[in-house]
């Protein structure tokens, strides 16, 4: 595979923002949110003009209050604040090099204020993790040394060895120890928590997976306006292609995260990251219906009451 023909992975813009910032005077944001900021942008479809993610209110929205939370598990230390801040640094960019007017940008800013809030709440909330984020967080409660891939691998072998019963137990510690905020849902031990985990990670996956192509795709229309061949990955029958955005996700999921634990809980220890299968989601949809079917009726049996 040639990289630099397939270009999936994306190449921000971070240092230059970072460069812009410091000779503007402006208040110092940590490079990784940052980076993390510019690419889920772009991988989530952003309008993109000469590198940079073009921002919009939905867009904003979008990343904030829908993605971010899906693949990012903050440093310890990190303030979850500073994705609020990377995007209004963003936004001043923009309006400095007249990609916005003063209004934009002042209803940005506020917009990217509130949201950067509302973001770090998310990621807080125990039922919105992902299995990449929760494992950070357990590997990290056990003292693991999470650049060590040995180590990493050691404990995940050594926590696979528990019970399955007992697992939910290690997940709900977590809650209880303030690392995440309790949800009254059931929690760990009701199933529904773990199947809808399951299912935000491979779908959170999936999404990642399709922002990449969609961008390999629009580096590989310079290709073939340059009367470059196409990559070998896309010369038949796109197998290699999605393998190779399949291990290009994984891996950006690893950045924003531990880096090789997503591919490892995909590849070597699906147990201990179960991701459910359509009939298991057909079930459990069927489920959800049912109870809300039940809870309409019982609410029209109390409106009907007598007084």
Same mark, same amino acid.
């Given at each position: 595979?040639?990289?630099?023909?397939?270009?999936?992975?994306p190449?921000?813009?971070?240092?230059?923002?970072?460069?812009?910032a410091?000779?503007?005077?402006?208040?110092?944001?940590?490079?990784?949110?940052l980076?993390?900021?510019?690419?889920?942008?772009?991988?989530?479809?952003?309008?993109?003009h000469?590198?940079? !993610?073009?921002?919009?209110?939905?867009?904003?929205?979008?990343?904030?209050?829908?993605?971010l939370?899906?693949?990012?598990?903050?440093?310890?230390?990190q303030? !979850?604040?500073a994705?609020?801040?990377?995007?209004?640094?963003?936004i001043?960019? /923009?309006? &400095?090099?007249?990609?916005?007017?003063a209004?934009? /940008?002042?209803?940005?800013?506020?917009?990217?204020? %509130?949201?950067?809030?509302?973001?770090?709440?998310l990621?807080?909330?125990?039922?919105?993790?992902?299995?990449?984020?929760?494992?950070?967080?357990?590997?990290?409660?056990?003292?693991?040394?999470?650049?060590?891939?040995?180590?990493?691998?050691?404990?995940?072998?050594?926590?696979r060895?528990?019970?399955e019963?007992?697992?939910p137990?290690?997940?709900?510690?977590?809650?209880?120890?303030g690392?995440?905020?309790?949800?009254?849902?059931?929690? %760990?031990?009701a199933?529904?928590?773990?199947?809808?985990v399951?299912?935000?990670?491979?779908?959170?996956?999936?999404?990642?997976?399709?922002?990449?192509?969609?961008?390999?795709?629009r580096?590989?229309?310079?290709?073939?306006?340059?009367?470059?061949?196409?990559?070998?990955?896309?010369?038949?029958?796109?197998?290699?292609?999605e393998?190779?955005?399949?291990?290009?996700?994984?891996?950006?999921?690893?950045? %924003?995260t531990?880096?090789?634990?997503?591919?490892?809980?995909?590849?070597?220890?699906?147990?201990?990251?179960?991701?459910?299968?359509?009939?298991?989601?057909?079930?459990?949809l069927?489920?959800?219906? &049912?109870a809300?079917?039940?809870?309409?009726?019982?609410?029209?049996?109390?409106?009907?009451?007598?007084?």
């Amino acid at each position: 595979m040639e990289d630099e023909d397939l270009r999936l992975a994306p190449r921000t813009k971070a240092a230059d923002l970072l460069a812009w910032a410091e000779a503007e005077g402006r208040e110092p944001v940590a490079e990784a949110p940052l980076s993390t900021v510019l690419a889920l942008l772009e991988l989530g479809g952003s309008r993109m003009h000469d590198g940079w !993610p073009e921002l919009t209110s939905a867009a904003v929205e979008h990343l904030l209050y829908e993605r971010l939370y899906l693949y990012v598990q903050p440093e310890p230390g990190q303030d !979850p604040l500073a994705y609020g801040a990377a995007v209004r640094l963003l936004i001043d960019h /923009q309006r &400095a090099t007249k990609r916005l007017n003063a209004k934009r /940008q002042e209803r940005l800013h506020a917009e990217a204020e %509130w949201q950067g809030e509302v973001a770090a709440g998310l990621l807080r909330r125990a039922d919105l993790v992902t299995w990449p984020r929760l494992y950070t967080l357990l590997l990290r409660a056990a003292g693991v040394a999470t650049g060590d891939p040995a180590a990493v691998r050691a404990w995940l072998e050594g926590f696979r060895e528990l019970p399955e019963e007992e697992r939910p137990a290690a997940f709900a510690a977590l809650e209880a120890d303030g690392v995440l905020d309790p949800v009254d849902d059931g929690g %760990w031990g009701a199933g529904a928590r773990t199947l809808a985990v399951g299912m935000a990670t491979d779908g959170a996956r999936r999404l990642l997976e399709q922002g990449l192509m969609e961008r390999s795709y629009r580096n590989l229309a310079e290709l073939t306006a340059l009367g470059r061949p196409m990559p070998e990955e896309l010369t038949g029958d796109f197998g290699a292609f999605e393998e190779a955005a399949a291990r290009a996700a994984l891996e950006l999921a690893g950045a %924003w995260t531990v880096p090789g634990l997503p591919e490892l809980l995909v590849t070597e220890f699906p147990e201990l990251a179960p991701e459910p299968g359509q009939a298991e989601i057909d079930a459990y949809l069927a489920g959800l219906e &049912a109870a809300d079917a039940e809870w309409v009726t019982e609410d029209e049996a109390a409106a009907d009451a007598p007084e």
